[in-house]
């Protein structure tokens, strides 16, 4: 619709010059917006105001000219000139009710725009290390990244989603210490619990795991041995766990990156991953050495101060095996790399870009910062697990609201706000919970179409895209739709595609729940003012029929954007 009024605009000012009304030396870029105040139109442009000086014109007097072109097009309901010289448009009836064509024709594809162009992003998100359950944060990050990724689809990228394993380290060989020690303590053996060893009740279930399976196989073996089994066998009992949890909120990873793979040795040249970045950076003249260690210059990328990659003693850094994983994803060939990481990240972001413009690469990273969820109860903040006595995880949660209130509560918020999480509310079967009244509009649309159709009500089976694709005239007298309530509905349907570049260009899936909440209240008041199956008007009654499948088709593809259901009963 924005492109259709741009080209409006585009066809009166090149009208206007070929008649000799204005002289341009070239017809300008047209940029068209949304008024703020609704009740000065629908679309409202400044290109008069932009235009007015090379053409040798006052503004208003050039925004006359272009108004007086456009008024009698039938798209065009009134077109005003305002202030300094803003042109305010309002879009015909006709114009509006060609929209509900385009939503039954396209179906899923609504909304579909093509500024990716194909270009391949890859978004990585969650990477929770692999050393116990994940928290609640982990899963706002999950709901993000993933529709995130869906959104980015819908706008031409071609996405992979990746999920960073942090498999090696410190809290790897805490991790096996600990659930050795519970191991020993299940054989009866008197053992000192490791200071700094993980204490969770999960530490005690994967050690019972193991001693089920195997035993006291292990209660006599040497220490070395004991955590280096231990190690590789509760980290894939853990990773397993992670990926069933995340597969019950319907996210799903196209590649799960191992960070020991950064560290193995290449048998051609003997080096790691991390080495030879390393000697990347330092063939572009990045890297230099000072007091036994080797240092990154990063503050000539506008870092605050230079950056350790390789420690006195040898070891690597945190931050350059992060480094060697950014220079593998680029050359995996992606365009764009997206990563979103936990509010205690925030500090890392200009390191990482600084790294990222070193390689060669600068302006291809995006990270999006998540920040912490607070649970709540009916107004009581809630920290600990009835069930464990332990902070609440991710997967308590998404047991206790299920997926879809789980997802779309995770999305209600910016991601740069802390959200605060209403268990009860997340549950509750009402219009207070978004989630349910959102849902519960596709699920009365679908009720409308199977009474209209003369469905049974009571039948499980009936297949609503079949019935509705079957039932709904093709060529319903649209024309009829032209009430405030009508207009309202496919105002808010048309605003669709719009959303989706909104959403895709600031990564900011928290547009989708908005959009679907003020388009389920727009068909809810629709409804409420408005009979659709009227058996004494069989005209009106197939043009809001038409109406109110597009109105579902729509609310099936917002909701698809979220990773929720569209239910077709409730």
């Known amino acids: 619709m924005r492109e259709l009024v741009a080209d409006l605009f585009r066809d009166a000012l090149a009208a206007a010059v070929e008649a000799g009304e204005v002289t341009l030396p070239e017809v300008p870029e047209v940029r068209i917006e949304r008024p703020r105040d609704p009740a000065h139109g629908d679309w409202a442009t400044n290109v008069a ?28 309901a009134a077109v005003e000139v305002a202030g300094p010289g803003f042109i305010n448009l309002r879009l015909s009836a006709h114009a509006l009710q ?6 039954r024709e396209q179906g899923a594809a609504f909304g579909r725009i093509d500024e990716g162009g194909g270009r391949r992003v890859q978004v990585e998100f969650v990477s929770a290390n692999p050393v116990g359950p994940m928290h609640v944060g982990h899963g706002r990050w999950a709901a993000l990244g993933d529709s995130m990724a869906r959104v980015l689809e819908h706008a031409g990228w071609d996405v992979e989603r990746e999920f960073y394993i942090n498999d090696q380290g410190v809290q790897m060989d805490t991790f096996a210490k600990s659930v050795a020690a519970r191991y020993l303590e299940l054989c009866g053996r008197d053992v000192e619990f490791p200071e700094e060893g993980y204490r969770g009740a999960y530490i005690v279930e994967i050690a019972r795991e193991i001693h089920t399976e195997e035993g006291e196989a292990w209660a006599d073996a040497s220490e070395a041995e004991r955590e280096a089994h231990f190690r590789e066998k509760a980290y894939a009992q853990v990773l397993e766990h992670l990926g069933r949890v995340l597969s019950g909120m319907g996210v799903e990873f196209d590649v799960w990156f191992s960070e020991r793979t950064l560290h193995e040795l290449a048998p051609e040249s003997g080096a790691s991953a991390i080495e030879h970045t390393i000697e990347r950076l330092r063939e572009a003249g990045h890297i230099y050495e000072h007091e036994g260690a080797t240092w990154f210059r990063s503050t000539e990328f506008s870092d605050d101060k230079d950056r350790v990659l390789k420690k006195a ?5 945190y931050f350059a095996a992060d480094i060697a994983y950014h220079a593998d994803k680029y050359d995996r060939g992606f365009d764009r790399v997206i990563n979103i ?19 060669g690469h600068e302006d291809k990273l995006d990270v999006v910062i998540g920040q912490l969820v607070n649970l709540f109860r009916a107004g009581e903040v809630v920290r600990m697990s009835k069930r464990t006595g ?12 299920g997926p879809d209130a789980a997802r779309y509560f995770f999305l209600r918020r910016s991601t740069d706000q802390p959200l605060d999480f209403d268990i009860a509310l997340a549950k509750e079967q009402s219009s207070e919970n978004p989630v349910y009244y959102v849902q519960y509009a596709h699920a009365r649309i679908c009720a409308i179409l199977r009474k209209a159709a003369g469905a049974d009500t009571s039948d499980e089976g009936v297949d ?3 019935t509705a694709a079957e039932f709904v005239r093709a060529d319903a007298p649209l024309g009829l739709l032209d009430s405030d309530p009508e207009l309202t509905l496919m105002r808010k349907l048309a605003e669709w595609p719009e959303v989706v570049e909104i959403a895709a260009r600031q990564l900011a899936p928290h547009k989708l729940t908005r959009y679907a909440e003020d388009l389920a209240q727009t068909f809810h008041q629709f409804y409420t003012q408005c009979r659709v199956v009227d058996p004494d008007a069989p005209e009106l009654t ?25 239910p077709e009963r409730m």
Not at 50 to 74: C, T, W, Y
Not at 545 to 554: E, F, M, N, S
């Open 464 to 466: 609503i895209a079949a």
């Open 341 to 359: 990481w936990g509010a205690d990240h925030h500090g890392y972001v200009k390191r990482m870009e600084a790294a990222v413009a070193a390689l």
């Open 49 to 76: 105001m932009a235009s007015a000086k090379a053409a040798g014109m006052n503004p208003r007097q050039l925004a006359d000219v272009l108004a007086a072109r456009i008024a009698d097009h039938e798209d065009v």
């Open 542 to 566: 197939a043009a809001r029929l038409y109406a109110v499948d597009a109105t579902r088709v729509a609310l099936a593809t917002v909701l698809s954007l979220i990773g929720v259901s569209a």
């Open 390 to 401: 332990e902070m609440v995880t991710f997967e308590d949660l998404l047991d206790e609201v």
């Open 313 to 317: 003693d040898g070891s690597y850094t």
């Open 98 to 103: 060609r929209v509900l064509v385009d939503v």
